[in-house]
Every structure is written in C-alpha cells, then in structure tokens.
C-alpha cells in the first residue's frame, strides 16, 4: 500500500513549481491561473493548488483580478526601485560584515561559486545563471553571519531571484561578482560596501532596461545625466 502525499508537501510542491514557472519566464505577466489546469497538471486536487496560488498572491508574483481571475503580477518601475532599496539597505551593510568575518571556508564556497558562474556564462544558460549568482549572495549573507539580514530577506526572496532572472548582462554580472569577492576576501568593510553598493545599481540599471526599456527610471542615488 503505497502511502498518500500530506496535503501541506503537495501544497509546496505545487507552489514550488508555479514560482520557478514564474521566474523562469515559462508564466508571464497576465498569463493567467485556472484551477481546474493546474490541478490536472500536477496530479493533484483544486484545494492544493488554491492554497499555493494564495500564497503566491502573498509573495507579491499573482494578483486577483476579480475573486475568481488570479494572474501573473506585472512588477512596475516603484516595485522594482522598492526591492533594489531594500537590497541597497541590507546587502551593501552584509558585504561589510562578509569582508571583517569571512574565513577560509566561506570564501572557498563564494570562489567555487565564482567558478560555477564562469562556466554557466560561457554556456549562456539562464537558469542555471539565476541559480549561481543567488546562491553567490546567500552566501554573502551567510558570511555576514546575521540571522536577522536573511529573516527580513527572505519574505522577498522569490522576488529578488525573479529580477535575478531579469539581468541577462552576463559577463558583466560576473565582472561585478568577482570584484565583490575580491573586496570581501581583501577584508576591509568600506571597499566590500562599495563594491556592493555599484554591483546592486548595476543590477537595478541592467533589469530597469530589461523591464521597462528606454523610459526606465535610473536608480537613486545615481547622477543625473549630462
């Protein structure tokens, strides 16, 4: 007799696959969610799949159009300036603490990582890119050694790695992770900051282009054009 799946794995399974579906690009802004398909898809009844469909309304990736229409949440300019500030706010001040507490472990894992983003660049393969680059900052966040960082980060982490997805800059992007893990290595906090701080306006630049084209906003902070 082959036991049955508790209904709260199946919820997270079905949830799993609809936010990797998300970032990925395989759903798109306004594509929308039917009960009936999704359940038919993963095997699985309506009850599981309108639990993770509602858990992802929290997580910021579906909107309820009407009580009955959920859809794939289009990020605006102000969602996009929102997450960079909050990234601006705790992953800069995390770099500092990585540079003044890193060890030897810890800075082997961030170079095999390196390693793994130079690799996945050469291949041009996007998801196994996403993948690298966000396991490169939790790492960092790792080294930084605060619980407190990850616990406020982590509401908003399929969010940041859906705009992960968005920079497809990608020599540059492991330009800026090398410059930041040799300012992490070198231990001195103000140059890991620094180095944080132009690799996340980089980013919000780069996934701006991406979103919005010409008419996207330029991060704060950044100088006004000439």
Known sequence: MTTAEPLGAVRERVLAGLRNDIIGGRLRPGDRLVERELADRFGVSRVPVREAVRALVAEGFVLFETPRRAV?????PGDVAE???LREALEVYAAGLAATRADRAGLGR???????ATAATRTGDAERIT???TRFHDQVLAMAGNSLIVSVL????????LLTRQNEE????LAEHGELYAAIASGDADLARASALAHVRA???ATSRRLFGDEAPAPQGDAPAP
Do not use: C, K, M
């Open 110 to 116: 961030l170079a095999g990582l390196l390693d793994d």
């Open 131 to 133: 993948d690298i680059n």
């Open 203 to 205: 980013s919000h630049r």
């Open 83 to 85: 997450l960079f500030e």
């Open 154 to 161: 982590e509401p908003v982490d399929g969010r940041l790695r």
């Open 72 to 76: 794939v949440r289009r990020l605006t």
């Open 170 to 173: 990608w020599p540059q992007l």
